[in-house]
């Protein structure tokens, strides 16, 4: 999933499934993720959100990250569900964020673009997504890329 990165392009984003041994990478995008939104959680309740990004249960949270460089610069999280209105399941985006350092090179849409396309590949009728007022930069994406 997502574009192959050469040694000779370390400025190219690729997006991969979470992995058990990306669970240091991924505390510190998440508590970073957490910061940004000037919350905290319990450490039992961090350690379970990683089981479960790591559980392929069916409905559960799926999880992804954006590598540039070989560097772990920003992660996804996203469920597969139901809908009230249609026959088809669909994929609701919950948490996206990407390492200030590295904004603007393409991560925030590399994520779309790869649970989109995790999405339609499960039968899924959209994508979609929630984001809080101030996040204006996040808005502007998702209104280019929706």
């Known amino acids: ?7 000779e392009d370390a400025a190219v984003v690729t997006v991969r499934p979470l992995a058990a041994a ?11 993720y957490l910061a940004f939104y000037e919350t905290a959680l319990p450490d039992e ?9 790591l559980s392929d249960a069916p409905n ?22 139901r809908h009230g209105w249609r026959v088809e399941p669909v994929v609701y985006l919950q948490d996206l964020f990407v390492d200030p350092a590295h904004r603007g090179a393409g991560a925030g849409r590399a994520f779309f673009e ?18 809080q007022y101030f996040t204006a930069p996040a808005r502007r994406l998702y209104d280019r890329v929706g």
């Open 1 to 7: 999933m997502g574009e192959r990165m050469g040694d």
């Open 22 to 32: 990306d669970e240091t990478a991924w505390r510190r995008l998440w508590s970073g």
């Open 45 to 53: 309740m961090v350690d379970l959100a990683f089981q479960r990004l």
């Open 60 to 81: 559960e949270f799926q999880g992804r990250l954006a590598l540039r460089g070989g560097e772990a610069v920003g992660l996804a999280h996203f469920l597969f569900h």
């Open 114 to 131: 790869a649970v989109s396309a995790v999405g339609y590949r499960g039968g899924a009728g959209f994508v979609y997504c929630i984001t």
